[in-house]
């Protein structure tokens, strides 16, 4: 039998696990089956197949090595639903996760569940020796489930968008009257040396470490993010078309017939004049005021040098974040959408550093000095994707405020344009 301490951490984990494996339930508990299974883009994975990949994890990383003699219901699942983990055996193509219609909605339902009863069995069971070595891999599962569940909003938002019926993912209320955005200023910071990095208390994922002092020179920082309005007087100003303002990579990519010739944010469309944008909420017309949101870093760095500015390191993002509240629109509020700054201009103060938009930096996604990346499976969770991508910093309205640190280093490739992803502008001394 366990310990009593064994028992009452137990207890504590198991309500946090089930929290969460309840929640992505709850955001995929409107959907249709249909809408459960389509994949709108190879970036893109159905709806199904997050409910599935994130039992997968679980069952993979703590079933098969803590349960003695543990049989799978069904041994292909370790091949259909490893997402990238080469350490744990081979996998199904990642752009063909569409085509797959069994398991059902239902039976990957019950796939959830019956894993979580097995997770429940086995960590209340658990003596203190066992849980201490357990309790890390449930946590790390716990912050991966969180991860698709941003995934599964953002992709369900692409399949939806696909479809000229406009499916709502949630009823929201259009505000009456659009709030008006306070004026765009800019915070001074000093040079300084200061600490980059996690400093070990609580979880963190391992690209955040080693903890370490790196030189920051003066910059000034956006009091908030780019708004639609703001973005549209780049349009306007004819921005798209004018390469000067572009990175290489970025021109062709705008500019790719496969693209279709980007002249907007992604979910844009301009009708009798007026532009209007997809959300998850229905199609309806651009709020001015609201973050510019579905920007890639092409379209971000572009902006900037139109703006006379530029974007933030990642650096200096941590540094202004270092002593802000982490509080902000997330998926927890269910809004799916950034929401425009309430109320009148707000002076000096950083706002919305936190959810609403992930903000693009200006840093490759590349190792902190020191960092290696463990060895086995679970060290291919961020390591091997340090090459071609950039750092984004801060959490959107679809990441779990449980889940965000102001160390926290999301990463995309440049081009990608359909997670819930915006602007902050930084300049040097002028
Ligand atoms: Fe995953």
């Not at 696990?17 to 249909?34: G, I, Q, Y």
């Not at 703590?62 to 259909?80: C, D």
Request: hydrophobic share 35%; aromatic share 14%; glycine share 6%.
């Amino acid at each position: 039998m366990p310990t009593p301490v064994a028992s009452s951490r137990s207890a504590r984990l198991l309500s946090r696990f089930h929290e969460v494996r309840d929640f992505t339930t709850k955001l995929s508990a409107n959907l249709a089956p249909e809408d459960c299974v389509v994949q709108s883009m190879p970036d893109v994975s159905p709806t199904k197949w997050h409910l599935a990949h994130t039992t997968w994890f679980f069952e993979t990383f703590i079933l098969k090595k803590w349960i003695p003699g543990y049989q799978s219901e069904n041994s292909q699942y370790a091949y259909l639903f490893n997402s990238y983990y080469n350490a744990a055996g081979n996998m199904h193509r990642r752009d063909l996760r569409g085509l797959i219609s069994r398991p059902t909605v239902e039976e990957t339902h019950r796939y959830r569940s019956s894993i979580d009863q097995h997770i429940d069995n086995l960590l209340s069971r658990a003596d203190e020796r066992l849980f201490d070595e357990i309790e890390p891999i449930v946590v790390l599962g716990i912050h991966h489930e969180q991860q698709h569940q941003e995934l599964l909003v953002t992709d369900i938002k692409h399949v939806f968008a696909q479809n000229p019926l406009h499916p709502v993912f949630r009823e929201r209320k259009i505000d009456i009257v659009p709030a008006k955005p306070s004026p765009l200023r800019f915070v001074e910071f000093d040079e300084a040396t200061i600490e980059i990095g996690h400093d070990g208390h609580g979880f963190s994922y391992d690209n955040e470490g080693p903890r370490h002092r790196a030189l920051i020179l003066p910059f000034s920082l956006a009091t908030r993010p780019i708004t639609n309005g703001e973005y549209i007087a780049f349009i306007e100003d004819n921005g798209y078309a004018r390469s000067e303002f572009w990175l290489s990579l970025g021109w062709t990519t705008v500019n790719e017939p496969a693209s279709g010739g980007w002249q907007a944010p992604l979910y844009w469309e301009k009708h009798d004049g007026v532009w209007w944008n997809f959300t998850l909420s229905g199609f309806r017309p651009i709020d001015d005021s609201e973050p510019v949101t579905h920007v890639s870093y092409f379209e971000a760095d572009a902006f900037a040098n139109w703006s006379g500015a530029r974007l933030p390191t990642e650096f200096e993002w941590e540094r202004a974040a270092a002593n802000l509240p982490m509080d902000g629109n997330f998926v927890e509020s269910e809004r799916f959408h950034p929401q425009a700054l309430p109320g009148p201009a707000h002076g000096q103060r950083l706002e919305q550093m936190f959810g609403d938009v992930w903000e693009w930096t200006r840093s490759a996604y590349s190792p902190y000095p020191g960092y290696r990346a463990a060895p086995g499976a679970l060290g291919e969770y961020n390591g091997k994707f340090m090459c071609n991508q950039y750092v984004l910093r801060g959490g959107s309205c679809a990441t779990s405020h449980a889940h965000i640190r102001r160390t926290y280093r999301n990463f995309f490739q440049p081009e990608k344009r359909w997670q819930f992803n915006g602007i902050r502008l930084a300049r040097d001394p002028q």
